[in-house]
C-alpha cells in the first residue's frame, strides 16, 4: 500500500517532462548556407568524410531538372544511394565532375577515382568531402551574391528574378545525358484555395516553375497531372513533402507565406 | 464571477505542489525594466561590457518582426550569433546602427552606449511614454492600444517588401486544462501588426492547434509557446484575464504555499 502511495506521489511530484524542440524557434540558416546538403559516404571504411553539397553554386549553372530528372538524383540527401563506382564511372555527380566535360572556358575539376595519392586528398577529394567543415571554397558565395537581384530568405538571391532578366542562364541539357525534345505548352496558372477561412489563396504559377524543372521534375510522382487529385495539406508540406520537397531547404523557404499565399479572400 | 474566483484560489492553495510551482512568477520588475535586457555571449572572453538591450525603446520605432524576422534576432538573449564583425557588416544591430542611421562603431564614445553592463540605461526617458495608454503589467504600457490609436507609428518592415500581405485576423479560442478557468481567446489580427506569420509557425506553433503538442500553461511559464514573448516582453502573463477573458485577474503566488 505504502509502495503504490510512494509511487502515486512519484508521479504527482515529477515536474512536468518538457520535449526539448516544442515550442521554441529555430535556427535560420545564414544565406551561404541555404541549400547545403550532407551526403554521407557509403562506405564507411573509406574513412572519407561526408561531402557538402552546396545547391547555390550548381543552380547558378544549370536548371533544377538537369540532375534531379536526367541524371537522376533523389530529392532527399542520402536517398539517392551514390556510389563511388559509380561516379567513376560517369553517373551522378561524375556526369560532369569528370575533368573533361567543359563549362564556359574551363573544365569541370574530376571526383572520385579508383587511386589517389596523398595530394590528390588535399586538393582533390577534400573540395567536396570537407566533412563538418565547409572547406576553402573555389567559389565565393558573396561575391556571387553581390551582383544578383535581392529576395527575402533562403540564399537572399532573386533566382526567378536573375533568370528573367538574363543574369542567369542555367543549362537544361548535358551532352550525353539529356535528350532534346519538343517543348510542351505552358499550363496556365492555377488558384488553390487554402482550407483555413480567411486565408490568402495560392496562386500556383506552371511558367515559374517550368523555367527550372520542366515537368518530370513534378509529375507524375509528387503531384498527379489532374490538378485537384493529389490530395496534400499544409501540414505535410511543412514535413518536406509535395511542395516542401523543394521549398523547404533548397528554393525560397516556406517562412516566405506571402510569396505563395498572394490572393487575397473577400 | 467572484465565487468561480475564489473557488479558483482555493484550489490553488489546496493543489500539491506541482500545480502552485507552475504558478509562480518572478518578481515583476519595475516597468522602465520590463523588457530590457543584457547581451553579452562573448562579452566576457572580450573583456568587454554587455549590451543593455531596452524592447520598450525599440519597439516605439519598430515592430517585432523588422528585429525578430528580417534581422533574425532569437527570441532567447545570447543565442543570436551577434559579432562586432556582423554588425559592422550591416547585419542585426548593425542594419540600423551604421552611423547613418543611429550611431554606429565608428566613434569611441559611443560604445558604452550599449556596452554599460547597465539594465537601467535610459530610464529617464520611460517618463516620456505617459501619453501612451495604460495597463496594469510589464511596462504598464497598453502597447497594442498604442498601435491601434497611432499613438506609436512604428516600421513594419526594412528592408525588402513582401510580395503581399496575409490579412488573416482569425480569433481562435484554446480550450483551458481546467474546468474552472474560461479557455484563452487568441487574436490573429493583434498579433500580425507586430509579428509575421513565421515568427509563430511553423515552428513554436504548428499551424494546426490540434498538433501543436505541449502547449500547456506551465510550459508558457517556463518560457515556451505563448511564453516566448508573453513574460519578458509582450504583457505579461499575470494578466491572466487578457486572453483567458472571464477571469478576473487572480492574485498571484511569489512563494510556494507549503502546509
Not at chain 1, 533568370?163 to 541539357?173: F, N, S, V
Not at chain 2, 519578458?232 to 472571464?246: E, I, S, Y
Request: proline fraction near 5%; aromatic fraction near 10%.
Amino acid at each position: 500500500m505504502r509502495k503504490i502511495l510512494g509511487v502515486v506521489l512519484a508521479i504527482l511530484l515529477v515536474p512536468t517532462l518538457v520535449g526539448a524542440q516544442a515550442g521554441l524557434k529555430k535556427r535560420r540558416p545564414l544565406p551561404p548556407e541555404y541549400g547545403r546538403v550532407t551526403i554521407g559516404t557509403a562506405y564507411a571504411e573509406q574513412k572519407f568524410p561526408d561531402v557538402q553539397f552546396d545547391h547555390w553554386v550548381h543552380r547558378a549553372k544549370f536548371t533544377c531538372r538537369v540532375c534531379h530528372v536526367d541524371i537522376g538524383f533523389a530529392m532527399k540527401a542520402n536517398a539517392t544511394g551514390i556510389k563511388t563506382e559509380d561516379i567513376i564511372n560517369g553517373y551522378y555527380c561524375g556526369t560532369c565532375h569528370n575533368g573533361k566535360m567543359g563549362i564556359e572556358d574551363r573544365k569541370v575539376f574530376a571526383a572520385c577515382a579508383k587511386t589517389y595519392t596523398d595530394e590528390d586528398k588535399q586538393q582533390r577529394c577534400s573540395r567536396c568531402h570537407t566533412g563538418k567543415e565547409t572547406g576553402k571554397r573555389k567559389y565565393d558565395f558573396f561575391a556571387f551574391a553581390a551582383d544578383m537581384p535581392k529576395e527575402r530568405f533562403g540564399n537572399g538571391i532573386g533566382w526567378e528574378q536573375a533568370e528573367e532578366a538574363g543574369k542567369l542562364k542555367p543549362l537544361d541539357y548535358i551532352e550525353g545525358v539529356s535528350f532534346k525534345r519538343k517543348a510542351l505548352e505552358i499550363p496556365k496558372d492555377i488558384d488553390i484555395e487554402a482550407k483555413v477561412p480567411g486565408m490568402n489563396e495560392i496562386i500556383f504559377s506552371h511558367k515559374k516553375h517550368s523555367v527550372w524543372n520542366g515537368c518530370e521534375s513534378c509529375h507524375p510522382e509528387i503531384f498527379a497531372i489532374k490538378s485537384g487529385t493529389t490530395k496534400y495539406t499544409m501540414m505535410e508540406i511543412f514535413e518536406g513533402k509535395f511542395c516542401g520537397q523543394c521549398h523547404l531547404s533548397v528554393a525560397f523557404p516556406m517562412i516566405d507565406c506571402q510569396r505563395c499565399h498572394t490572393k487575397p479572400v473577400q | 464571477m467572484i465565487r468561480r474566483s475564489a473557488l479558483l484560489v482555493l484550489l490553488l492553495l489546496l493543489s500539491p505542489s506541482r500545480a502552485a510551482g507552475n504558478f509562480m512568477f518572478p518578481d515583476p520588475p519595475p516597468p522602465e525594466e520590463y523588457g530590457n535586457l543584457l547581451i553579452g555571449r562573448t562579452a566576457a572572453a572580450n573583456k568587454v561590457k554587455s549590451v543593455s538591450f531596452s524592447h520598450w525603446v525599440h519597439r516605439q520605432k519598430y515592430t517585432c518582426r523588422v528585429c525578430h524576422f528580417e534581422l533574425q534576432f532569437n527570441f532567447q538573449a545570447n543565442t543570436t550569433e551577434i559579432t562586432e564583425a556582423a554588425n559592422r557588416a550591416g547585419m542585426f544591430c548593425g542594419a540600423c546602427h551604421n552611423g547613418k542611421e543611429v550611431f554606429g562603431h565608428e566613434k569611441p564614445e559611443d560604445c558604452q552606449r550599449c556596452h554599460n553592463d547597465d539594465l537601467r540605461r535610459g530610464v529617464e526617458g520611460f517618463a516620456k511614454l505617459w501619453r501612451l495608454p495604460e495597463a496594469k503589467y510589464g511596462n504598464r504600457i497598453d502597447w497594442g492600444a498604442a498601435l491601434e490609436d497611432l499613438k506609436i507609428k512604428p516600421a513594419h518592415q526594412l528592408t525588402i517588401e513582401p510580395a503581399g500581405q496575409i490579412g488573416f485576423s482569425e480569433t481562435i479560442l484554446l480550450d483551458a486544462e481546467w474546468a474552472m478557468v474560461s479557455g484563452a481567446i487568441f487574436p490573429h489580427g493583434k498579433h500580425t501588426k507586430w509579428l509575421d506569420c513565421n515568427d509563430c509557425h511553423p515552428y513554436i506553433f504548428n499551424i494546426k492547434k490540434k498538433f501543436t503538442e505541449g502547449l500547456r500553461m506551465a510550459n508558457i511559464i517556463e518560457g515556451q509557446f505563448c511564453g516566448i514573448c508573453h513574460g519578458k516582453v509582450a504583457f505579461p502573463l499575470t494578466d491572466c484575464a487578457r486572453c483567458h477573458t472571464d477571469l478576473k485577474t487572480v492574485p498571484v503566488f511569489k512563494e510556494p504555499v507549503s502546509r
